[in-house]
């Protein structure tokens, strides 16, 4: 039993859970629409024994308590996670029984890395290993594969990988480039070739000449109790040319300041990685698949901002 939410008009849905599931002639578990509370419930309705869940959907499902009061004893393997993934988030699945196996996946290369059972905490944080099909490795600015612990680009090339864009040939030369895919995700290698992801390159900003890392900032403040979710993006700034602003869903009932959340950050992470501005807001904007839309978010605020004295 094959339990998934991801929606079948996404690479996840449709090549990581959907394909492989009626390939082995098992049963696929959907709903319509994601409920957490009701994706919990059918852990033990249906007795999955595969579940497959982003980051964020997880986050709720933990959220609504229904795991303490469901079967969990049939679940196998546990499969999602990603960028924002923080480590209280395994904690937490890992104490009721259910031991997140992290991976990297792209609509354009789908199910490309994966993190081996055994290695979960032998490797904590990292997604893995590339799988069949795919070759991938760390691209440095210099278009050289990056030494390990060198920051880079992750690239693959493969029969899995995309033909292209439909109708879309300048994108599809700006993604595939001498037959290799540019993923757009910042990550690095370990000595053992083990992959870890830091961040969209899109993402990264550069503040008083410093790189800054969002999801680095993003998982610190996953684990900070009375956050629900979090998003940090980079905005102009005139005296550092971009800083942080950061976006705070609190949970209910349990009311953060600004000051609590920077706060939270010290001995975490550098100090000019603090962002600048906090904002709070009843929700994030999402896509089907549960990640975070962050040009709406930029859309929404980023014009509007105005600095701090």
Known sequence: ??????????????FISATPTLCRGATLIMRQGFDPDK?????????????????????????????????????????????????????????????MQQGLGLTEN??????????????RGSVGLPGFFTH?????????????????EIVATGPTVMSGYWNMPEKTSEAIVNGVLHTGDLGYRDEEGYFYIVDRAKDMYRSGGENVYPAEIEKVLAGHPG???????????????????????????????????????DGKVARYKYPRHVEFIDALPMTASGKVKKVDLKKRFGASLRSEP
């Not at 005296?239 to 609190?250: L, R």
């Open 39 to 99: 994706f919990a419930t059918d852990i033990e309705r249906h007795r999955a024994t595969i579940i497959l869940a982003l980051t964020t959907m997880w986050k709720f499902v933990l959220d609504t308590g229904r795991l303490d009061r469901v079967d969990l004893a049939g679940v196998r393997v546990v499969l999602g996670g990603g960028e924002r993934t923080p480590p209280s988030m395994l904690d937490a699945l890992a104490a009721k029984g259910l031991y």
């Open 227 to 265: 956050i629900s979710n979090v998003a940090v993006i980079g905005v102009p700034d005139d005296k550092w040319g971009e800083t942080g602003m950061a976006f705070v869903v609190p949970v209910k009932g349990a009311p953060v300041t600004k000051d609590e959340v920077l706060k939270f950050l």
């Open 110 to 123: 789908s199910a490309m890395i994966l993190l081996p059972r055994g290695d979960l905490e032998r490797k």
């Open 136 to 152: 991938a490795w760390i691209e440095a600015v210099n278009r050289k594969e990056a030494a390990p612990g060198e920051i880079g």
């Open 1 to 14: 039993m094959y339990l998934s939410q991801l929606p079948l008009f996404h690479s996840g849905g449709l």
